[in-house]
T-cell receptor, first 114, second 114 residues
Framework: AQSVTQLGSHVSVSEGALVLLRCNYS??????LFWYVQYPNQGLQLLLK??????LVKGINGFEAEFKKSETSFHLTKPSAHMSDAAEYFC????????????FGSGTRLQVQP | NAGVTQTPKFRVLKTGQSMTLLCAQD?????MYWYRQDPGMGLRLIHY???????AKGEVPDGYNVSRLKKQNFLLGLESAAPSQTSVYFC?????????????FGEGSWLTVV
């Protein structure tokens, strides 16, 4: 079975501060890991994904994530938050080679204070 | 640049009514999915399809039916709507050849059952 845990349902940072959103997964096989962003009243947009190539993955809008097998983590970071980063962020894992579907974490809402 | 298109975007139903959500994708993707999103629970897979004419159950299939008569369309039906089905529904699609392929989402359909 696969599962994803996102620590912290709400994270608040000041504009210009570091953004760190935490994601841990449980898996008995190497996972494919994804981060999606959802802006208010919109669908989900892919930020980045890990597919067993480089462990440090760079995505859109200045975000990056590092796959750490020893810690079963895939935390999302951005050096300097911008007001436009305010959104909900979802970590997801894909292991099931049959259905190719994603299993999502419960989401983290990022608030950016001016 | 349509991608994944869902209709309708908003709908209010009375308990016991039926309705169908339509999803269309123009990317020639084999795999299609229906998810529901509820506060604090992330996205949960309702049903999915690995190709034209196929459907399969996801995590929360009860109360829903689906059909994939054409490759580009994936319909989600509610035969007798219940208040517990009030949610935001997302359709998604992917090429599906490998588990690391990106899954693309529609913009969501807001359903309220009163």
């Amino acid at each position: 079975a696969q599962s994803v845990t996102q620590l912290g349902s709400h994270v608040s940072v000041s504009e210009g501060a570091l953004v760190l959103l935490r994601c841990n997964y449980s898996s008995s096989v190497p996972p494919y890991l994804f981060w999606y962003v959802q802006y208010p009243n919109q669908g989900l947009q892919l930020l980045l994904k890990y597919t067993s190539a480089a462990t440090l993955v760079k995505g859109i809008n200045g975000f990056e994530a590092e796959f750490k097998k020893s810690e079963t983590s895939f935390h999302l970071t951005k050096p300097s938050a911008h007001m436009s980063d305010a959104a909900e962020y979802f970590c997801a894992v894909n292991l099931d080679t049959g259905r190719r579907a994603l299993t999502f974490g419960s989401g983290t809402r990022l608030q950016v204070q001016p | 640049n349509a991608g994944v298109t869902q209709t309708p975007k908003f709908r209010v139903l009375k308990t016991g009514q039926s309705m169908t959500l339509l999803c269309a994708q123009d990317m020639n993707h084999e795999y299609m999915y229906w998810y529901r999103q509820d506060p604090g629970m992330g996205l949960r897979l309702i049903h999915y399809s690995v190709g034209e004419g196929t459907t399969a159950k996801g995590e929360v299939p009860d109360g829903y039916n689906v059909s994939r008569l054409k490759k580009q369309n994936f319909l989600l039906g509610l035969e007798s709507a219940a208040p517990s089905q009030t949610s935001v529904y997302f359709c998604a699609s992917s090429y599906g050849a490998v588990s690391g392929n990106t899954i693309y989402f529609g913009e969501g359909s807001w359903l309220t059952v009163v």
